[in-house]
């Protein structure tokens, strides 16, 4: 397979650290592109108009600092930067949309039965609904 433009989205977690060698090594063989993206998700509402903010966010510039220090592990891989603001997964699918990604590689949380249920699963929104194919990978875990 040939994929030109590669979209990594990442949450900063090291759940995407794997993921993102992954995305290195496809984008190297095929002389791709990773685009390397995060979702800044706006305060929530309440329903009297109060904002809430929860813990400290990081600021824009901040964000765009974390999100360069995000290198692909082989340098000779080109890279760009996204940052972008709305839900995770609708703005992964739209951004794999306007950059016309070949494919979507994440780092997946793995949760799965009631934790999965109730926090929802933003890469299965992503597959569900992404036009390009999505390639999911989880964390191996540590062997002792």
Aim: hydrophobic fraction near 35%; include cysteine.
């Amino acid at each position: 397979m040939n994929f030109k433009r590669i979209l990594f989205p990442t949450d900063f977690s090291h759940c995407g650290d794997a993921a993102l060698h992954l995305a290195t090594a496809l984008a190297r063989d095929s002389g791709g592109t990773i685009i390397v993206a995060h979702v800044e998700e706006p305060p929530t509402v309440y329903g009297t108009g109060e904002m809430y903010y929860g813990m400290l966010d990081p600021s824009p510039d901040d964000l765009k600092k974390m999100l360069h220090e995000i290198k692909p592990s082989d340098p000779e891989v080109p890279v760009e930067y996204r940052l972008i603001t709305g839900d995770p997964s609708s703005a992964v699918v739209r951004l794999a949309d306007e950059e016309n990604a070949d494919l979507i590689v994440l780092g997946t949380h793995g949760r799965t039965g009631l934790l999965h249920m109730l926090i929802g699963s933003t890469a299965e929104s992503i597959v569900r609904h992404a036009k390009c194919p999505v390639l999911t990978f989880k964390q191996p875990s540590e062997t002792k």
